[in-house]
C-alpha cells in the first residue's frame, strides 16, 4: 500500500486548507507554551527558596537586588531556626551595559559556593545536557546555560571570556526554558573576582582591609528543613538578622504573578484564538467538502448505501484527512518554528517550544474536529433523498 | 402539485418496456418513485412479492442495491474512482465477495470493450466510455429491474444505439425488466410495449396532438 492510497482522492485542498489552521494553530499555542514554560520556570525557582540580599539598592545583584551580604550575615542567617542550608552567590551582569540590566533576557555570570548543597527545592542539581558541573575546588572554570552556549556557538571543551577573563568549559545545562538557560556558572571564588576587576569602588573598599573575599556575596539561596512554613521562616531571619533584604516566596510569586498578568492574558488570547481560528478553519473545510460531495453520497444510496454506511464512510475519510492535515499543520509549524528560532538563537532566544503535550492536543483536537464536522455533515445530507441529492450536487 | 396520479404500472421479467412523454410529464419522477430514489406521497410499489413503498429507509437501500439497476443521462459515476472501481461500488453495499464482484465487473467490461480502460478516471472516458461503464454498474448484481433515464441523451448515435441493444438485449436475457425513460423515437424501436405519460397519467395511446 502507498502512502498516498491513505488519502481520499480529491481532498488535497482540503488538506491544504487544514494543513493552513493547524500551523496556525500549533505555532500560537508554541508560542504560548514557550511563554508559559518561562514564567512557571521562574514561580518554580522563587518558591523553592528564600532569597536573601544584604540592606541597600547594590547594583549588579541580579535578582536578588541588595546590597553586600557580608559572611557574618551568612553565618547568623545558617542559625535561625528551621534553615537547612544557605549558600553564598555573586550575580554578575554577563554585560554591563544598563539597556540590557534585570530585563527578562538579561545574561548573567552566576558564582556558586560548591562547597554547600544547592538549597533551591526545586532545583537541587542542575544536570547538564554535555560535559559535567561544577565542583568544589574548581577553578576558572565554567558550566553554561543552553541559550548562552547555543548563541555563541559553544560547546563542552572550549573556553569562553567572562569580563575579560577566559574560562575553561566544562558542561553545559539542560535546557530549562526558564533563567539558567542565560547563565554562565562558575565558582564563587572566580565570580568575586571578576567583581572585583570590574568595580573600582568595590576595590577601594576592600584595599581599605574593611572586607574579606568572603564578604564579596550579591546574595544568598536559603534553604528550609521539611515541615517549614518557607513564607514564615523568611519573615524570622528578616526579625532575627539584622540588615537583610529577604524575599518572601509567596509574596515574590504573587509578584511575578502579577507582573507577567499582560502575558498570561495574552497566552490566553492567543490559545483562544488560536483554537478559534485552527478549529472553525478545519471545521469549515472538512464540512464544505462533505457537502461537495452531496452528489456522490445521492449515487452511493442509489446503489444501496444505508445512512450508517455512507456516515461510517465519511467518518472514516473525514479521520484520515484531518489526520493529514493535522500532521502536516504540525509539520509546517515545526518548519516555521525552528526556522524562526535559528534565526532568534543568535540572540540567545527562543519564540517557540513544541511540546509533546501540544502536538498530541494539537493532533487529537485536528482528528476529533474533523471528524465531527464530517459526522455533522453527513447527517445533514442523509435526510435527502437519493434524487434530491443527486439533484442538488449536479 | 401532484406530479403523478392513476399511474398503474406491472413490468414482467424479461420485458423491455418504454415510457414517453413531453418534457416535465413525470418521466423522472415516475422512474424516481419505481427506484426507490424518491419518496412517494402514496401508492404502493412492489418489488416481486415484496411492497416496498413502505419499507424503513435501510430496508429500502437494501432492495435498492440488490434489486434494482440505473442508468442516468449523465451517468453520474464518482469522479474520485476508476472505471473498475465505479462499477465494483455497486457490489460493495450488498456484501458480495469481492473477488467475484470483481471477476464480474472485469468480465463485463471486456464485453462493453471498456476493461482497456478500466483504471482510467471518469473525466478520462469519452462520454460513450462512461456510458458502458455505467451500464456495467447497473446490471452487475444482476437486478431483477433495470431503470434507464434518459441513458442516450448525451451519446451520439453509434453509441446509443449500442446502449440500447445492449438493454433490449438485457430484457431478452429473461432475468431482468427493463424500463427504459427516452424521447427519441429510434429508442422506443425494439422495446415490448410503449406507454404514455402526460396529465400525470400513464396510457398504452399517445396523446392526441394539441390542436
Known sequence: MKLGDFLPRGYAFTVIGITVGMAGLVSLGAMAERITRFIDGGDRFVLGQISVAGEGMGMGTGFTAGGLL???????????????????????????????????????IMGMDLSVPIPNRHYRELPVSSGRPLRSGDRRVTVLGADFAASRHLAAGGTVTLAGQEFSIVGILDKTFTAPDRFALVPIEDARELWLRRDPLLVQAFGAGSLRRGDLNTGAAVGWRDGEDPDA???????????????????????????????????????????????????????????????????????????????????????????????????????????????????????FLFSPRLLTFALVFSVALGTLAAGYATLRIARLSPAEAIRRGT | MPVLGGVDLELERGEFVAVAGPSGSGKSTLLNLLGLLEPSDGGEIWLGSERVSHLGRRAQARARGASIGYVFQSFLLLSGLTALENVLLAARYVGRD??????????????????????????????????????????????????????TGNLDDLHAQAILGEL?????????????????????????????LSGGRLTSHPPAPVA
Open chain 2, 168 to 196: 433490449r438485449a438485457l430484457a431478452a436475457g429473461g432475468h431482468t425488466a427493463v424500463l427504459l425513460v427516452t424521447h427519441r423515437a429510434e429508442g422506443q424501436a425494439g422495446t415490448d410495449r410503449v406507454l404514455y
Open chain 2, 98 to 151: 469481492r473477488a467475484e464482484a470483481r471477476r464480474d465487473a472485469l468480465a463485463l467490461l471486456e464485453r462493453m470493450e471498456v476493461a482497456h480502460r478500466k483504471d482510467h478516471y471518469p473525466t478520462q472516458l469519452s462520454g460513450g466510455e462512461q456510458q458502458r461503464v455505467a451500464y456495467c454498474r447497473a446490471v452487475l448484481n444482476r437486478p431483477p429491474l433495470v431503470l434507464a433515464d434518459e441513458p
Open chain 1, 233 to 351: 521562616l523568611a519573615r524570622r531571619i528578616q526579625a532575627t538578622v539584622k540588615g537583610l533584604n529577604v524575599t518572601i516566596p509567596g509574596e515574590l510569586s504573587k509578584l511575578l504573578r502579577q507582573s507577567t498578568a499582560f502575558f498570561s492574558a495574552l497566552l490566553l488570547g492567543m490559545g483562544a484564538l488560536g483554537l478559534l481560528i485552527g478549529g472553525l478553519s478545519l471545521a469549515n473545510t472538512v464540512t464544505a467538502a462533505v457537502f461537495e460531495r452531496i452528489r456522490d453520497f445521492g449515487i452511493k444510496r442509489a446503489l444501496g448505501a444505508t445512512d450508517l454506511d455512507l456516515l461510517g464512510e465519511v467518518l472514516g475519510e473525514g479521520l484520515r484527512v484531518s489526520l493529514w492535515g493535522g500532521v502536516s499543520g504540525v509539520v509546517l509549524a515545526l518548519a516555521i518554528g525552528t526556522a524562526i528560532d535559528a534565526r532568534l538563537l543568535r540572540d540567545g532566544q527562543q519564540l
Open chain 1, 70 to 108: 557580608p559572611a557574618a550575615k551568612i553565618t547568623e542567617i545558617a542559625a535561625v531556626p528551621g534553615v537547612s542550608g544557605v549558600q553564598a552567590q555573586v550575580m554578575l551582569p554577563f554585560n554591563t551595559s544598563t539597556s540590557s540590566f534585570l530585563t527578562l533576557t538579561q545574561e548573567l
